[in-house]
């Protein structure tokens, strides 16, 4: 069956040091990659996705993310986090045209001021 | 332009029960899907709506039902309620069938005693 993996549950990060989390799938097919946050008290927002072309995308808030087929791994990284960066993010992959999203269990970043 | 729109916002039943939720898709989005996320978890694929019809449908029981309107608006319905079923309930929307990008809404908190 089809699978996402976040590695980390909880991070704890000072504000100004680097961020990656970690999102492993397991499929062989064709999917699209999506990363969404929920900041507390928020609903889900998408952050960034990969459909296609430059593995490396770029997303709201400085965040980008990096698409390695050969490790079927989709990391999500941040050169400087803040504050406002607090929140629960949640990896998800999709076969492409089932529009069926399948979530990682998500990892939650707190950001110490 | 009003995002996804969900209710109630928090609902409590007992086991037993019958419950419906409602979800009012992004403005001009067609296609309806609904995930459970229990608490600590990933949202988790329940079924999705196009064109009034379910299309698909994850690994829930029948007591799972939905039903989408003519205006793309759509219920999901839970029969004899089980203290499982306590878990938050999210409606996303697309703007097309094979259109990947999902569209959350704030979700709606099912409380089951």
């Known amino acids: 069956a089809q699978s996402v993996s976040q590695h980390n549950h909880h991070v704890i990060l000072s504000e100004a040091a680097s961020l990656e989390l970690g999102c492993n799938y397991s499929?062989?097919?064709?999917?699209?990659l999506f990363w969404y946050v929920q900041y507390p008290g928020q609903h889900l927002q998408l952050l960034l996705k990969?459909?296609?072309?430059?593995?490396l995308v770029k997303g709201i808030k400085g965040f980008e993310a990096e698409f390695i087929k050969s490790k079927f791994s989709f990391n999500l990284r941040k050169p400087s986090v803040q504050w406002s960066d607090t929140a629960e993010y949640f990896c998800?992959?999709?076969?492409?045209?089932?529009?069926?999203?399948?979530f990682g269990t998500g990892t939650l970043l707190a950001v110490q001021p | 332009d009003a995002g996804v729109t969900q209710s109630p916002t928090h609902l409590i039943k007992t086991r037993g029960q019958q419950v419906t939720l409602r979800c009012s898709p992004k403005?001009?989005?067609?296609?309806v899907s609904w995930y459970q996320q229990a608490l600590g978890q990933g949202p988790q694929f329940i079924f999705q709506?196009?064109?009034?019809?379910?299309?698909q449908r994850g690994n829930f029981p029948d007591r799972f039902s939905g039903h989408q309107f003519p205006n793309y608006s759509s219920e999901l319905n839970v029969n004899a309620l089980l203290l499982g079923d306590s878990a938050l309930y999210l409606c996303?929307?697309?703007?097309?069938?094979?259109?990947?990008?999902?569209?959350f809404g704030p979700g709606t908190r099912l409380l089951v005693l």
């Open positions: 996303a929307s697309s703007l097309a069938w094979g259109e990947e990008t999902q569209y």
């Open positions: 499929y062989g097919g064709t999917v699209n």
């Open positions: 990969y459909f296609s072309g430059d593995p």
């Open positions: 998800a992959v999709n076969l492409r045209a089932t529009n069926k999203l399948i």
């Open positions: 403005s001009g989005h067609d296609t």
């Open positions: 709506y196009y064109e009034e019809e379910e299309r």
